[in-house]
């Protein structure tokens, strides 16, 4: 299987804890853009640079994204 795709869903930047970013768990980046884009693209901390999409993102796509966010506060916490 080739390289995974990203959709642009926005999930990981919901997703995880960015210390850098002063970001918790579960919680919107301030930068994300509502097209799911990076809003401080050229700025983005190393952690955002590195972060592929991976077979977390084919599960998640085929959810609501009520149900993609509750699932990632169950995963990651508030
Ligand atoms: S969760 Fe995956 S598909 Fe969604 S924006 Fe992040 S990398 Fe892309
Ligand atoms: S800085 Fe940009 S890429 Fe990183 S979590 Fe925020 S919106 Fe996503």
Redesign the pocket.
């Known amino acids: 299987m080739g390289k995974i795709e990203c959709d642009m869903c926005?999930v990981?930047?919901?997703a995880?804890s960015?210390s850098s970013?002063n970001?918790k768990a579960g919680v919107t980046?301030?930068?994300?853009?509502p097209n799911g884009?990076?809003?401080?693209?050229e700025?983005?901390?190393q952690?955002?640079?590195d972060?592929q999409a991976d077979y977390f993102c084919y599960f998640l796509s085929s959810l609501p994204k009520d149900e993609q966010i509750s699932i990632i506060k169950e995963i990651y916490g508030e």
């Not at 980046?29 to 853009?33: E, F, G, I, S, T």
């Not at 884009?37 to 693209?41: F, L, S, V």
């Open positions: 926005g990981c930047c919901i995880y960015i970013l970001k980046c301030k930068n994300l853009l884009k990076c809003g401080d693209y700025n983005r901390p952690v955002c640079r972060f």
